[in-house]
């Protein structure tokens, strides 16, 4: 069922977003652990996939936990879940305590600094979590750091209800650093008995039970990214990107497409244009590389992706047709798929979807 839709044809493509698929993969991935509450990341946007339609699905599948990257994302996660637990990754920039508290939002505090001010400005009235690096090195507080705040009275003072590391290759599942970070952030959660604990995000999920605890943190395999690379993937797909074929041509052998004329037709061969570009978030970089289905065939992408526009070697797809669809996401073309061809990951394909899509929610 299509419960939200633009319908104006004031652009070419159209992006499909299954919210019930984001909620199977929720449930799924909770099954991992079923005495453990699972959260969601809905940062960037719910990956690209549209924050306002993506947490209220969520919300009432049972989700309560949520987190976003930045103070902004969580004042607009504020206005679509009311009661839900919200933190913000990025922590406390300064003077920011005041508008935390007013949109109810717990920030992830990663520096004895972010721990002090916001001590000072909640004196223990309004919860916060404690970020602790295990490996990373990005941010957090160093393990030796966190095991001596254990018994600090500003650890009550700041409210701290979760502490929480990141793991660094779970989907590398015989990776030993997984190993270590659990060994680490094990010694952590035993410094603070009576506070929750998280460790896995989505591949994390996957992982031996020493790294699920008490809440997991998954994100990108919501929206149907594989959480165990290299094996089947197990989440639904989510997002289907589908572009209007502008029109279709026959081009002699030795004829050039696109700018700079970087791709040349080996033979008599038949293209076509699709209304969609790199300003619409589908990477320049699969320029040549990627392809997209036309009636179930797989036709290469030719010549240099533009800004609006996409070129098909279509010649083994006789269905191809002015007004016809070709599918750049979605069928066999998965979000990793179309990563890997275009020299990056799944994540960047997700959170780069543009604004300019006509939009339709499914569920």
Same mark, same amino acid.
């Given at each position: ?48 996939? $549209? ?251 030719? $010549? ?18 002015? $007004? ?29 979807? $543009? ?9």
């Amino acid at each position: 069922m299509i419960i939200a839709a633009d319908a104006s044809p004031g652009h070419g493509a159209r992006l499909t977003i299954d919210l019930a698929a984001i909620v199977a993969n929720w449930r799924s991935l909770a099954a991992h652990a079923p005495q453990t509450e699972c959260g969601a990341v809905v940062k960037a946007d719910a990956y690209g996939c $549209g924050l306002a339609a993506v947490a209220p699905a969520l919300w009432r599948a049972g989700c309560r936990t949520f987190f976003v990257a930045h103070l902004s994302e969580g004042i607009a996660a504020r206005a679509a879940l009311p009661e839900a637990a919200l933190y913000v990754l990025n922590g406390l920039p300064p003077g920011s305590a005041e508008t935390f508290c007013a949109h109810r939002l717990r920030p992830v505090l990663g520096d004895a600094q972010e721990l002090a001010e916001w001590a000072d400005a909640t004196q223990g009235a309004w919860p916060a979590a404690l970020h602790v690096d295990t490996g990373m090195n990005r941010l957090g507080l160093s393990v030796a750091e966190a095991l001596a705040l254990a018994g600090d009275p500003v650890i009550a003072r700041a409210g701290i209800d979760l502490v929480m590391s990141h793991l660094v290759s779970a989907e590398l599942p015989g990776d030993p650093l997984n190993a270590r970070q659990a060994a680490d952030f094990a010694r952590v959660r035993a410094a603070f008995p009576h506070m929750r604990a998280s460790l896995a995000n989505s591949a994390g999920t996957c992982l031996a039970s020493g790294a699920r605890h008490d809440l997991l943190r998954p994100g990108y395999s919501l929206f149907g990214g594989n959480p165990e690379p290299g094996k089947p993937n197990p989440m639904r797909p989510v997002v289907r990107l589908e572009a209007a074929i502008l029109q279709v041509r026959d081009v002699e052998a030795g004829a050039t497409c696109g700018y700079n004329a970087r791709w040349q037709a080996p033979a008599p061969r038949r293209l076509a244009t699709l209304s969609l570009g790199y300003a619409d978030g589908y990477p320049r970089s699969a320029s040549n590389s990627g392809h997209a289905l036309v009636g179930g065939m797989p036709c290469p992408i030719v $010549g240099l992706i533009s800004m609006d526009l996409i070129i098909l070697d279509v010649t083994g797809a006789p269905q191809a047709r002015r $007004g016809g669809k070709a599918t750049l996401i979605g069928d066999a073309l998965d979000i990793d798929a179309v990563g890997q061809a275009a020299g990056t990951i799944g994540y960047e394909i997700l959170t780069g979807l $543009g604004s300019r899509y006509v939009r339709s929610y499914v569920e």
